[in-house]
T-cell receptor, first 118, second 112 residues
């Protein structure tokens, strides 16, 4: 079955760019919508955005100016870049899949903890 | 402040039935977008529990059921078990946010 695995640096300095990669195994990335979601400590879930296998994207308006999601079909990976981070961006970041535009998130990664601190 | 409103906590004894509400507005749940429910066990990633308002993915026990009417949706859990203790989140989409996926603030279910 399809599995997702996030990877990233763990610690990012304020004002720098957070970079995370999600590796898709057990299936092709060349269908579906590939999402990023985050969860701040003790808080709820916040959708960051998605990329479709065609390369089209949709971002949360509250983060849109700082977010870029890219796809690398040759590596079966997609990535998240969040610029100008602050302590408020400290969170567990999840990657997840959905089958079509308004579908549920049916496969999730285990999450990557990102701390923003100097 | 979450776009969708859920009670912060609910509780019930083993074997009982509990419901968790999710209230939105005319730009999300009231606009005809489906509602989804996720279960998040402590220290784990969320898991899709209900899709399309009332459908269960394969492997989800029929003790879990979902419904939607107007701007509100509900998740019902019958025959409560200790393993159901978790956080539950509803999710829909919002036309006023460019079709963004929006979540409720989450409800902590405690099995007494």
């Amino acid at each position: 079955q399809v599995q997702l695995q996030e990877s990233g640096p763990g610690l990012v300095k304020p004002s720098e760019t957070l970079s995370l990669t999600c590796t898709v195994s057990g299936g092709s990335i060349s269908t579906y919508y590939w999402n990023w979601i985050r969860q701040s400590p003790g808080k709820g879930l916040e959708w960051i955005g998605y990329i479709y296998y065609s390369g089209s994207t949709n971002y949360n308006p509250s983060l849109k100016s700082r977010v870029t999601i890219l796809l690398d079909t040759s590596k079966n990976q997609f990535s998240l870049k969040l610029s100008s981070v602050t302590a408020a961006d400290t969170a567990v970041y999840y990657c997840a899949r959905c089958a079509y535009t308004y579908a549920g998130l049916d496969v999730w990664g285990k999450g990557a903890t990102i701390t923003v601190s100097s | 402040q979450s776009v969708l409103t859920q009670p912060p906590s609910v509780s019930g004894a083993p074997g009982q039935r509990v419901t968790i509400s999710c209230t939105g507005s005319s730009s999300n749940t009231g606009a005809g977008y489906d509602v989804f429910w996720y279960q998040q066990l402590p220290g784990t990633a969320p898991k899709l529990l209900i899709y399309g308002n009332s459908n269960r993915p394969s492997g989800v026990p029929d003790r879990f059921s979902g419904s939607k009417s107007g701007t509100s949706a509900s998740l019902a859990i019958s025959g409560l078990q200790a393993e159901d203790e978790a956080d539950y989140y509803c999710q829909s989409y919002d036309s006023s946010l460019s079709g963004s996926r929006v979540f409720g603030g989450g409800t902590k279910l405690t099995v007494l």
